[in-house]
């Protein structure tokens, strides 16, 4: 759900399984029961911890972001919640004025999801200026970059020449030899995390990014919440109600993830959920007279691209520079186009010119994914997802032979994506930082309505986990958008953003299973 998301709003591929699950799939394979234990509190007290005052208290200090209209500030926040006279953390904000004329209904604080994205660049490059006119008239748009992420503390863990090698690994080992060097590219890149960044590490959970966000509503002047997160923006704003029902305003979670769900289910269901718009984009390719990958038939075209990454993992494509397209920046390239149907062209010439010997098309979708600059240097998205999601969910598997049991499995979710976003999943085993958070159900009992958003054919966050939320929350509404791409709001459906605009400026919430095209 941003720009560089020319393909998504926040992904990272193969290694990432886009970057909802960053390779940490967690968990085992059961899901927990509503009651399950987490390790910070479910529901914080109606009034702030006393040791929490001066954080709540405190007075932000706007300036010029050198941004025409935008304006920044820092948040303080402890950097451990447990213990907040231990330290604190420095958290980048943005916001636009509401541009008028009506009247002004608050704050409205926007998260594009990863996790890892950029919010405040996601503010100010597009939510700020690219909201229905009506909203920003009568809201000041507002973001603040979660802890560990872009301008607020950045997780670091490894320079560009070492994410160049890290995202070149052969993500589909064929023999011992091979699963030996993934093995070691995941530890290695622990490593780097734990070296350059081990203080953060153990707190950029998305409960303690929930509650700077409670900090931030309250020291902006807002009785309650008003909030749109797109894909696990949808994960932190559910966790908020959770935290805090009674200071729940309009929330919208736009591109639904289920939080009661192991993360070992939740990288089978997107693997799932790819190979489903994989297939929209096969059966529009076919219909194409330069479809690169035959005009036979959906499960030809399937076939034909599988015999393609199979040929570029034995002999890598060359690109104009020094990096060759294997099968893994090859996968992460056409997994990049997924998130948008707008993209399909640009991945069948992609496809097209590789096919033929030449894969920089595919090299630069898989840059725009990872957030590669020109220059061979990286965004932190990776980093900070990875982070998050090894923090919120126990690792999915303890070695290899765990990924051997379930390749089959995801294979069957995806035959075409299967194998490689199985042993994504293994990232997290040889994370430094134990898990602090389990699955389980968020109820939010006493939350004023949820609108829960939800797209048939998304390829990241699939349509069930939109219906599996909507009905875990005590006051969720599901909207369905019946289309293609990742996420629905700002997309180009005029039913689907009727019913969020007025949802948002009067708060009335669209009827019971709505759906739009």
Not at 15 to 43: E, F, H, K, N, W
Not at 117 to 146: E, F, H, K, T
């Amino acid at each position: 759900m941003d720009s560089r998301r020319l393909l998504r709003t926040s992904a990272t591929a193969v290694v990432a399984a886009g970057l909802i699950l960053s390779g940490c799939t967690g968990g085992s394979d059961a899901a927990a029961p509503a009651g399950a234990p987490v390790s910070l509190a479910r529901t914080a007290p109606a009034t702030p911890d006393p040791a929490l005052r001066s954080f709540y208290a405190q007075k932000l200090t706007w300036r010029d972001c050198g941004v025409p209209r935008f304006q920044c500030a820092t948040l303080r926040a402890p950097l451990d919640y447990a213990n907040p006279a231990a330290g604190e953390i420095e958290l980048a904000v943005s916001r636009v004025a509401a541009t008028g004329p009506g009247k002004r209904l608050g704050s409205l604080l926007v998260n594009p999801g990863g996790p890892g994205g950029s919010a405040v660049g996601y503010l100010q490059g597009y939510a700020g200026i690219g909201y229905p006119v009506a909203v920003r008239a009568q809201y000041d748009m507002v973001a603040v970059d979660p802890r560990g992420v872009a301008r607020s503390e950045p997780v670091e863990c490894l320079t560009g020449p070492q994410m160049d090698t890290f995202t070149q690994v052969d993500q589909t080992p064929d023999d011992g030899k091979e699963t030996t060097a993934l093995t070691t590219s995941f530890k290695g890149f622990a490593a780097g995390c734990a070296k350059r960044s081990g203080e953060i590490l153990p707190h950029v959970s998305t409960v303690e990014t929930a509650r700077d966000m409670d900090i931030l509503r309250a020291v902006l002047g807002d009785e309650k919440l008003t909030y749109v997160g797109a894909s696990y923006g949808t994960f932190l704003g559910a966790t908020y109600a959770e935290l805090f029902p009674g200071r729940v305003g309009r929330l919208v979670l736009d591109g639904a993830m289920d939080p009661s769900l192991p993360a070992i289910d939740l990288a089978r269901d997107q693997t799932a959920g790819f190979e489903t718009a994989f297939r929209a984009f096969a059966a529009d390719c076919v219909r194409q007279p330069d479809c690169p990958l035959g005009t036979e038939s959906v499960d030809a075209a399937s076939e034909n691209l599988k015999k393609f990454f199979r040929s570029v993992d034995a002999e890598p494509v060359p690109t104009g520079e020094s990096r060759e397209l294997g099968e893994s920046l090859a996968t992460t390239g056409v997994i990049a186009a997924m998130y948008d149907e707008a993209a399909w062209p640009q991945l069948r010439e992609a496809l097209t010119r590789a096919m033929g010997g030449e894969g920089s098309g595919l090299l630069a979708l898989a840059d725009s994914y990872y957030e590669r600059e020109a220059d061979g240097t990286y965004s932190n998205l990776m980093f900070a997802n990875t982070a998050v999601n090894c923090l919120d969910l126990p690792a999915a598997y303890t070695g290899p032979p765990d990924v051997e049991k379930a390749v089959p499995s995801f294979e069957k979710a995806s035959p075409v994506f299967g194998e490689g976003l199985a042993w994504a999943a293994l990232n997290c085993a040889y994370w430094p930082t134990e898990a602090t958070g389990r699955p389980h159900r968020i109820t939010a009992e006493g939350a004023a309505p949820i609108v829960v958003v939800g797209t048939t054919r998304d390829p990241a966050t699939p349509y069930k986990w939109a219906k599996s939320l909507a009905s875990q929350l005590s006051s969720g509404t599901l909207l369905t958008y019946e289309g293609d791409g990742h996420t629905a709001y700002g997309r180009g459906s005029d039913c689907i953003d009727s019913a969020i605009n007025t949802y948002l400026l009067t708060g009335t919430p669209p009827s019971a299973d709505k759906r739009c095209t």
